[in-house]
């Protein structure tokens, strides 16, 4: 069947080049014939009419021969150095389309070869690697969305089994409703930051900006954590930049704010100390969220950033490896910049630089 059709394929091409030789050799016939009656009158001597019928045969069958092997020559030309890239280019597409992301096709030889096969070449490798990346990531979420279900789906079961034993007292029976309460939350939880993230990485959350004091946000969002500090017993610190206003989207940011100092709290033992400040420039608002806590390796931290990722076991009761994620992200799409300084045993400390928009703050004012 492709045999048939790679024939079907030659034959059209040659057909086509025939009647093209056709015509050149027709048309190179006419100018000679031209030529031989200029040069008749120049030279003062009458050809016979059977001396132009040859000279008009010899020049026709030239032509067409001539033509033949250079059509030859070309035809091999492009069988090898067109037809074969392009062959292996859309054998590679089409695999790619089937869903195989880790084919890569080996580059061209230099040789005779146009260099723009190449480039195309380096960029469909490129994008499969990155479609095989994404492809790899999709699987892993899919995997840590179902192992980080699992968990609190058998809290609830195991609960729910033990609430049914009759005559439970009233101690245990509200114990076990509140570890039941507690799992539903943290999967309500990782819902919401799953579908958060989902949003913002798919580029369907817009930036919605106004000029607001970050200052004050940053009070509001500390604030939240008002009772666990005074459970832990943490002594705050802050030095607040007063007046730093910023033309962003508060709503985004204060995922920022509240996910920092979550962690700060659920990482800092009783009795630590929390500290916020604020600091800016004309340009640039510094944010730094700093904690007494167990700080991390720098193997942990190297990973922080990436989804589902938990580096103290300890307490992964207490989040979903999502938070920073998000931080990330919003931080991201706000052109901002992110860091961490952490050593085991001697807190961390987030620093987030965020631009203020000058311009669009003066225009908002
Ligand atoms: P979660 O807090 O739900 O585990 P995050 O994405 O917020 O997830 O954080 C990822 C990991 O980063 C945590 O599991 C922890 O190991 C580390 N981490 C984040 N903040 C701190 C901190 N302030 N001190 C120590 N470790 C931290």
Same mark, same amino acid.
């Given at each position: 069947?492709?045999?048939?059709?790679?024939?079907?394929?030659?034959?059209?091409?040659?057909?086509?080049?025939?009647?093209?030789?056709?015509?050149?050799?027709?048309?190179?016939?006419?100018?000679?014939?031209?030529?031989?009656?200029?040069? &008749?009158?120049?030279?003062?001597?009458?050809?016979?009419?059977?001396?132009?019928?040859?000279?008009?045969?010899?020049?026709?069958?030239?032509?067409?021969?001539?033509?033949?092997?250079?059509?030859?020559?070309?035809? *091999?030309?492009?069988?090898?150095?067109?037809?074969?890239?392009?062959?292996?280019?859309?054998?590679?597409?089409?695999?790619?389309?089937?869903?195989?992301?880790?084919?890569?096709?080996?580059?061209?030889?230099?040789?005779?070869?146009?260099?723009?096969?190449?480039?195309?070449?380096?960029?469909?490798?490129?994008?499969?690697?990155? @479609?095989?990346?994404?492809?790899? *990531?999709?699987?892993?979420?899919?995997?840590?969305?179902?192992?980080?279900?699992?968990?609190?789906?058998?809290?609830? &079961?195991?609960?729910?089994?033990?609430?049914?034993?009759?005559?439970?007292?009233?101690?245990?029976?509200?114990?076990?409703?509140?570890?039941?309460?507690?799992?539903?939350?943290?999967?309500?939880?990782?819902?919401?930051?799953? @579908?958060?993230?989902?949003? *913002?990485?798919? &580029?369907?959350?817009?930036?919605?900006?106004?000029?607001?004091?970050?200052?004050?946000?940053?009070?509001?969002?500390?604030?939240?954590?008002?009772?666990?500090?005074?459970?832990?017993?943490?002594?705050?610190?802050?030095?607040?930049?007063?007046?730093?206003?910023?033309?962003?989207?508060?709503? *985004? @940011?204060?995922?920022?704010?509240?996910?920092?100092?979550?962690?700060?709290?659920?990482?800092?033992?009783?009795?630590?100390?929390?500290?916020?400040?604020?600091?800016?420039?004309?340009?640039?608002?510094?944010?730094?969220?700093?904690?007494?806590?167990?700080?991390?390796?720098?193997?942990?931290? +190297?990973?922080?950033?990436?989804?589902?990722? &938990?580096?103290?076991?300890?307490?992964?009761?207490?989040?979903?490896?999502?938070?920073? +994620?998000?931080?990330?992200?919003?931080?991201?799409?706000?052109?901002?910049?992110?860091?961490?300084?952490?050593?085991?045993?001697?807190?961390?400390?987030?620093?987030?630089?965020?631009?203020?928009?000058?311009?669009? @703050?003066?225009?908002?004012?």
């Amino acid at each position: 069947m492709k045999k048939a059709k790679a024939n079907e394929k030659v034959l059209s091409t040659f057909s086509n080049f025939f009647i093209f030789f056709l015509l050149a050799a027709f048309v190179t016939t006419c100018c000679i014939m031209l030529f031989i009656s200029a040069l &008749q009158d120049s030279v003062g001597r009458k050809f016979t009419q059977e001396e132009i019928t040859i000279a008009a045969k010899i020049t026709m069958i030239n032509v067409v021969l001539i033509s033949i092997v250079m059509a030859t020559i070309d035809y *091999l030309r492009r069988k090898y150095t067109v037809e074969r890239p392009v062959k292996r280019i859309t054998d590679a597409a089409s695999k790619m389309v089937e869903g195989d992301f880790n084919v890569r096709i080996a580059p061209t030889s230099k040789w005779g070869t146009d260099d723009s096969f190449n480039e195309i070449i380096d960029v469909i490798n490129k994008m499969a690697k990155e @479609l095989s990346g994404v492809e790899t *990531l999709r699987a892993d979420f899919i995997a840590n969305v179902s192992h980080e279900m699992k968990t609190p789906l058998a809290v609830i &079961q195991n609960y729910g089994t033990l609430l049914q034993a009759p005559e439970l007292p009233e101690e245990k029976r509200i114990e076990y409703a509140k570890a039941i309460t507690d799992a539903s939350r943290r999967l309500a939880d990782m819902m919401t930051n799953i @579908l958060k993230l989902n949003r *913002l990485e798919n &580029q369907q959350i817009y930036p919605k900006s106004a000029v607001f004091d970050l200052g004050e946000q940053l009070c509001e969002s500390l604030l939240q954590y008002e009772s666990t500090w005074e459970r832990k017993n943490i002594e705050i610190e802050t030095d607040i930049a007063e007046g730093v206003t910023v033309f962003a989207d508060a709503e *985004l @940011l204060s995922l920022v704010w509240n996910n920092l100092f979550s962690n700060a709290f659920k990482f800092t033992e009783d009795g630590g100390k929390v500290s916020l400040t604020l600091s800016a420039d004309e340009a640039y608002a510094t944010v730094r969220v700093s904690d007494t806590g167990c700080g991390m390796s720098a193997e942990v931290g +190297a990973h922080i950033f990436e989804k589902f990722y &938990q580096g103290d076991s300890s307490r992964a009761t207490q989040g979903n490896g999502l938070g920073l +994620a998000l931080v990330k992200r919003v931080v991201d799409i706000m052109q901002g910049e992110i860091g961490v300084e952490s050593a085991v045993g001697a807190g961390t400390a987030f620093t987030v630089r965020i631009r203020r928009n000058t311009d669009e @703050l003066e225009e908002n004012r």
